[in-house]
């Protein structure tokens, strides 16, 4: 079973979540040849732990370790790779960035998490001359958020690993907890906020074969996630409200699964069940659908066991559509071009981490 608290790994495995529901749902991918390249190599410390890509084509990202005092950085990507570092962390305003948004003026939302520093969801707003300033929205010992999710009114939402549950700061208000959860269940991944309704995924640590995602508002409920999925990870919605996620394998023959839940009906399907063979296995991080509802992201194992993308019609026939040579962290984003982004934390002609860019060629 995958590791629930990624930030105590050297590079975090995750990614941050989108900002716009338009760049899950970007224009669908035409042909299924990608060119691989390198967009930066991280030359110094530890590389990305998480990026996130907005319309303008940059890209905002963050590295846990990243930094003089290797307590994790905030940085920003061209196009072109010319890498700006916009914040430092130095301990007392929290250390080990794991997540990342950002909202319409530009300005930045996060979590920290490093395990023996309070965890912290903060804010950087932008200013007239580019720079950014960083304040805390809430801090507390033994807080290990986990993710961060803006909705249209600047409203945050997150998942907590140190008390377990699911999180709300309202947009010039209070930290509190609005989901609770008890160990051994614990909300991992995303949470997932729709004009419909605001779900998360909770996992039953050690438990093999259990997890629900929750709908915590309008209407609570739960749905079951369907066997042979040992538990759930990220999360995304089509334009008719249908919720889709991973589910990760059990770590002994069952190699994980994409699933479906039709909210209306409340009925649970696999689009599709991995082997763990060429296909891969427990797919994981953030992924992405695009307009005519293919399912890309990134799954363990594959042809050179370093990990691969995939692609899932909405029949559910998938596709390897890239194996990669160098073990990659999972999750990746798309761009409107159907261009795919993700991070290499070995990668780079340091070896010290990398963003790629899989371009479509059409």
């Known amino acids: 079973m995958p590791n629930r608290f990624p930030h105590l790994k050297q590079i975090a495995l995750t990614f941050a979540a989108l900002a716009s529901v338009a760049l899950s749902l970007a224009s669908p991918a035409q042909a299924q040849t990608y060119t691989f390249s390198t967009l930066y190599s991280f030359k110094s410390n530890i590389g990305p732990s998480s990026v996130t890509l907005y319309s303008q084509g940059n890209?905002?990202?963050v590295s846990f370790y990243g930094g003089p005092q290797g307590r994790g950085t905030v940085f920003e990507l061209t196009p072109s790779g010319a890498l700006t570092t916009l914040h430092t962390f130095d301990?007392?305003?929290g250390a080990g960035p794991?997540?990342?948004?950002?909202?319409?003026?530009g300005n930045l939302y996060g979590t920290t998490s490093e395990s023996g520093y309070p965890g912290t969801v903060f804010k950087m707003v932008k200013g007239t001359g580019g720079a950014y300033t960083l304040s805390?929205?809430?801090s507390a010992s033994?807080?290990?958020p986990q993710s961060v999710t803006l909705d249209a009114k600047g409203d945050l939402y997150g998942t907590d690993n140190g008390y377990p549950g699911v999180f709300k700061i309202p947009a010039g208000g209070q930290w509190r907890i609005i989901y609770p959860t008890y160990v051994p269940t614990y909300p991992v991944g995303n949470v997932l906020v729709d004009k419909g309704g605001v779900y998360a995924s909770i996992d039953y640590e050690g438990i093999a074969s259990s997890g629900n995602i929750v709908?915590?508002?309008?209407?609570?409920?739960s749905f079951s996630i369907p066997l042979p999925a040992a538990g759930s990870d990220y999360?995304?919605?089509?334009?008719?409200?249908?919720?889709?996620?991973l589910g990760f394998g059990n770590g002994a023959d069952i190699y994980g699964a994409v699933f479906k839940i039709d909210v209306a009906t409340g009925v649970t399907t696999n689009l599709y069940v991995f082997t763990g063979k060429e296909d891969g296995r427990d797919p994981g991080g953030p992924f992405v659908m695009d307009s005519a509802g293919n399912i890309y992201g990134t799954a363990h194992g594959g042809k050179q066991g370093n990990g691969l993308v995939f692609k899932l019609t909405p029949q559910g026939e998938q596709s390897v559509i890239y194996n990669f040579q160098s073990y990659a962290a999972q999750g990746l984003i798309m761009d409107a071009a159907g261009n795919l982004y993700?991070?290499?934390p070995s990668g780079g002609t340091a070896g010290l981490g990398s963003i790629y860019k899989l371009t479509l060629q059409r």
């Open 59 to 61: 890209l905002y990202g």
């Open 215 to 221: 709908e915590i508002w309008p209407t609570p409920q």
């Open 98 to 105: 794991n997540s990342l948004t950002r909202d319409a003026q």
């Open 91 to 93: 301990g007392t305003d």
């Open 136 to 138: 805390t929205l809430y």
């Open 235 to 245: 999360l995304i919605q089509d334009a008719a409200g249908n919720i889709y996620g």
């Open 142 to 144: 033994y807080f290990m």
């Open 342 to 344: 993700g991070t290499l």
